[in-house]
């Protein structure tokens, strides 16, 4: 009976290997949080050294100390959570301070992965002392509006522009390229109603002036100061459709000059262009196999006109398959290459190439952000994209569009796949 009640109370507290577990008697929600600088003291302009304070469910006091993050753990997810814990809308930036305050140490690694949810969902260590302590940057004005200027300072016509940003008190200026990403681009891209990003480039790359128009009718000319630096989206905030303030970090001192402005251009690349492929004599192939030919569609804002070949750089297998599933082939495997890796495709399409510009270079396709791309292209032709939407077209798939009913026998295969482009004349 003694043994019996023994192991019981054992079991109860948790005894294993020697070892007595005890529940901890304070919860992760029991935590508050300010900001202080270097000595300690208190900040009241939203940044400085994070520390916490953290109470037992009694509310009696556990401990004081900064929060570190000793194996590189700490997320945005966590820097907006705290930041609205102390009382601001959104987090524009966090870093890791290791400038040795001596201030004692609370918490470590501490890693959130839902800014909606309490911090009592946060993961994180108790720790006392430190050298890698959070500084965090708060703030209550999150949201940005922005446009695009034209080489006038005029509010731009078309998809593309100096990128500027507007903040709550109307203040205006440009945003520097430093750690610009895909996601900033796509998220600031929707911010001005657009679906998709094309490309960016930074400023001293393109011929605008470093000035800006307050009223869309260039009243007045004025250097422009840098609104943002270091802009950086996460790419579950792109899926989820967050907004700017709720999905991206930045800075709001600048070290950059206005050589790196960044030059935007919006646009989805599948809405704006459509793609055919041509044979050695420029004849529109049926099977999804030859030169690659981009053109735009009627109504794209690159013009009517603009028709030629597609550069090899930065083109991946994601890349092709966007593009073959544009024209309706759904085959098992694709191919590609650039037309200069063989001496006998580069002669046999010389002729055509001759015909075309190039007109699309640095495609870039994925599920996440869609295809990003640039009709400024740095290319020649031996860079042209040769592909082959359907390798073994007819043995394992067919075009979406094909009508032909599924061959009988293994001597009738179908050896072609319908495109959805119509044939072009011939050039």
């Given at each position: 009976?003694?043994?019996?009640?023994?192991?019981?109370?054992?079991g109860?507290?948790?005894?294993?290997?020697?070892?007595?577990?005890?529940?901890?008697?304070?919860?992760?929600?029991?935590?508050?949080?300010w900001?202080?600088?270097?000595?300690?003291?208190?900040?009241?302009?939203?940044?400085g050294?994070?520390?916490?304070?953290?109470?037992?469910?009694?509310?009696?006091?556990?401990?004081?100390?900064?929060?570190?993050?000793?194996?590189?753990?700490?997320?945005?997810?966590?820097?907006r959570?705290?930041?609205?814990?102390i009382?601001?809308?959104?987090?524009e930036?966090?870093?890791?301070?290791?400038?040795?305050?001596?201030?004692p140490?609370?918490?470590?690694?501490?890693?959130?992965?839902?800014?909606?949810?309490?911090?009592?969902?946060?993961?994180?260590?108790?720790?006392?002392?430190?050298?890698?302590?959070?500084?965090?940057?708060?703030?209550?004005?999150?949201?940005?509006?922005?446009?695009?200027?034209?080489?006038?300072?005029?509010?731009?016509?078309?998809?593309?522009?100096?990128?500027?940003?507007?903040?709550?008190?109307?203040?205006?200026?440009?945003?520097?390229?430093?750690?610009?990403?895909?996601?900033?681009?796509?998220?600031?891209?929707?911010?001005?109603?657009?679906?998709?990003?094309?490309?960016?480039s930074?400023?001293?790359?393109?011929?605008?002036?470093?000035?800006?128009?307050?009223?869309e009718?260039?009243?007045?000319?004025?250097?422009?100061?840098?609104?943002?630096?270091?802009v950086?989206?996460?790419?579950?905030?792109?899926?989820?459709?967050?907004?700017?303030?709720?999905?991206?970090?930045?800075?709001?001192?600048?070290?950059?000059?206005?050589?790196?402005?960044?030059?935007?251009?919006?646009?989805?690349?599948l809405?704006?262009f459509?793609?055919?492929?041509?044979?050695e004599?420029?004849?529109p192939?049926?099977?999804?196999?030859?030169?690659?030919?981009?053109?735009?569609?009627?109504?794209?804002?690159?013009?009517?006109?603009?028709?030629?070949?597609?550069?090899?750089?930065?083109?991946?297998?994601?890349?092709?398959?966007?593009?073959?599933?544009?024209?309706?082939?759904?085959?098992?495997?694709?191919?590609?290459?650039?037309i200069?890796?063989?001496?006998?495709?580069?002669?046999?399409?010389?002729?055509?190439?001759?015909?075309?510009?190039?007109?699309?270079?640095?495609?870039?396709?994925?599920?996440?952000?869609?295809?990003?791309?640039?009709?400024?292209?740095?290319?020649?032709?031996?860079?042209?994209?040769?592909?082959?939407?359907?390798?073994?077209?007819?043995?394992?798939?067919?075009?979406?569009?094909?009508?032909?009913?599924?061959?009988?026998?293994?001597?009738?295969?179908?050896?072609?796949?319908?495109?959805?482009?119509?044939?072009?004349?011939?050039?």
């Amino acid at each position: 009976m003694v043994l019996f009640a023994s192991l019981f109370l054992f079991g109860l507290l948790g005894i294993s290997d020697g070892y007595i577990y005890v529940p901890p008697k304070y919860t992760g929600s029991d935590f508050t949080f300010w900001l202080v600088n270097n000595n300690g003291d208190l900040t009241s302009n939203g940044a400085g050294i994070l520390k916490a304070k953290l109470y037992a469910d009694d509310r009696t006091i556990v401990g004081t100390g900064t929060v570190c993050d000793t194996d590189n753990r700490f997320t945005d997810e966590a820097a907006r959570v705290i930041c609205m814990m102390i009382g601001y809308k959104c987090a524009e930036n966090w870093k890791l301070d290791t400038t040795n305050t001596n201030l004692p140490a609370l918490i470590d690694n501490v890693e959130c992965t839902n800014t909606s949810a309490p911090f009592r969902d946060c993961r994180y260590d108790r720790i006392d002392t430190c050298n890698r302590e959070i500084s965090l940057k708060c703030s209550s004005r999150c949201d940005y509006e922005f446009s695009l200027l034209d080489s006038e300072g005029t509010k731009s016509k078309s998809k593309s522009g100096l990128l500027v940003a507007s903040n709550y008190n109307g203040m205006r200026g440009t945003v520097c390229d430093d750690n610009f990403d895909k996601a900033a681009a796509l998220t600031i891209c929707r911010e001005m109603g657009h679906t998709c990003a094309a490309s960016w480039s930074s400023r001293n790359d393109m011929d605008l002036e470093q000035t800006y128009d307050d009223s869309e009718k260039k009243a007045s000319e004025q250097d422009m100061p840098i609104m943002l630096d270091d802009v950086t989206c996460s790419a579950k905030g792109v899926l989820q459709n967050e907004t700017f303030g709720e999905s991206c970090f930045w800075k709001t001192e600048s070290d950059c000059d206005h050589s790196e402005d960044i030059y935007l251009s919006c646009g989805c690349m599948l809405e704006e262009f459509k793609f055919f492929t041509v044979d050695e004599e420029n004849e529109p192939t049926k099977n999804g196999k030859g030169l690659l030919i981009a053109e735009t569609k009627k109504g794209s804002h690159y013009g009517n006109e603009l028709r030629g070949t597609v550069c090899d750089d930065l083109f991946d297998r994601t890349s092709a398959e966007a593009i073959c599933d544009s024209m309706n082939f759904t085959c098992s495997d694709v191919s590609f290459s650039s037309i200069g890796d063989s001496q006998d495709t580069t002669q046999k399409y010389e002729n055509v190439q001759n015909r075309y510009s190039v007109v699309l270079d640095d495609v870039n396709c994925d599920s996440e952000f869609g295809c990003t791309f640039s009709t400024k292209p740095d290319c020649d032709h031996s860079e042209d994209i040769i592909i082959d939407c359907c390798v073994g077209a007819g043995v394992t798939t067919e075009s979406k569009l094909s009508a032909e009913p599924e061959p009988t026998s293994e001597s009738e295969p179908t050896t072609e796949a319908k495109p959805t482009t119509q044939p072009l004349m011939k050039l």
